[in-house]
C-alpha cells in the first residue's frame, strides 16, 4: 500500500511538520498507518515524504511492526508522490491500496471493504454520502447562485484500492488536476465502486481539524 505524505501541510497552522504533530501523544502519520501494518493482507508499505524527511526520517518509523515499510521523497503534487511511491512498490503487488496519511481514524473493516472491492472490480474507494446542503456561488464567491441537489453524492475519503495494472495505466495517462487516484483512474473508463465509510476517517487539513482530531484522539484512549 501507499501512504501519501509529502505535503507540508501550510494549512495546518505554525508547528512541526503536519504529518510528524502528534495526537493525544501519537504522532499523525503513525496513526494514519497502524490500521494497515496491523491488517493481514498489507505486506508491503510505501511512505511518501518530504525529501529532507525521506533521507532522515524520524526514527519511531524503523520501530513499526508488520509489513516492510519503505520510504520515498515526494513530488511537488499528490499525485507526483503517488507515482513515485508506485515506481518502488515490488512488483509483486497486484493490488494496491492508496492512503492520506492526514486520514490517522481508518478503521480496518473499512480497510478490508476496500481491498474486497478492487479485487471484485479493478477499483474502489471509501466515500461517505454527502449530508450537508450544497449552494453553488457565482464567480465573486458572495451570493448563492444555486442549490445542487445532493442525492447522489459522495465525499471521496481514502483508502483507495486499485489493481495494479489499472492504476500503472491511469497514472500513465495523467489527467491534469486530478485531486485523488480514483478520479485518475475514472478518466481511463474503469468504473470505481464506492464502499460506504464513516465521517470519523475525516482529512487533517486545518488548525480546527486538528483541534477535533485531538478530542477524538483523546476519547480513544
Do not use: C, Y
Not at 489493481?163 to 475514472?186: I, K, N, Q, S
Amino acid at each position: 500500500m501507499l501512504l501519501v505524505a509529502g505535503g507540508r501541510g501550510d494549512r495546518a497552522g505554525a508547528g512541526p511538520l503536519k504529518q510528524f504533530r502528534e495526537l493525544a501523544g501519537v504522532p499523525l502519520l503513525l496513526r494514519a498507518l497502524r490500521p494497515f501494518s496491523r491488517h493481514p493482507d498489507v505486506v508491503h508499505v510505501v511512505i511518501a515524504l518530504p525529501a529532507e524527511h525521506a533521507a532522515a526520517p524520524p526514527g519511531w518509523l524503523a520501530q513499526v511492526q508488520g509489513p516492510a515499510v519503505t520510504l520515498v521523497a515526494g513530488g511537488a503534487e499528490r499525485a507526483d508522490s503517488v507515482r513515485r511511491a508506485l515506481a518502488v512498490l515490488p512488483p509483486a503487488a497486484e493490488l494496491v491500496l492508496v492512503h492520506d496519511a492526514a486520514r490517522p481514524f481508518v478503521s480496518e473493516e473499512v480497510i478490508s471493504q476496500v481491498i474486497a472491492a478492487a479485487r471484485d472490480t479493478g477499483a474502489a474507494l471509501a466515500a461517505v454520502p454527502l449530508a450537508d446542503t450544497l449552494k453553488e456561488s457565482d464567480a465573486t464567491g458572495s451570493v448563492v447562485r444555486r442549490t445542487l441537489p445532493r442525492q447522489a453524492l459522495w465525499r471521496a475519503q481514502t483508502p483507495q484500492g486499485f489493481r495494479r495494472d489499472v492504476l500503472d495505466a491511469a497514472h500513465g495517462a495523467a489527467l491534469p488536476g486530478a485531486t485523488d487516484d480514483a478520479m485518475l483512474v475514472e478518466a481511463t473508463g474503469v468504473d470505481v465502486r464506492l464502499v460506504p465509510d464513516s465521517a470519523l476517517n475525516f482529512k487533517i487539513t486545518t488548525s480546527d481539524d486538528f483541534a477535533l482530531a485531538e478530542a477524538w484522539a483523546s476519547h480513544q484512549r
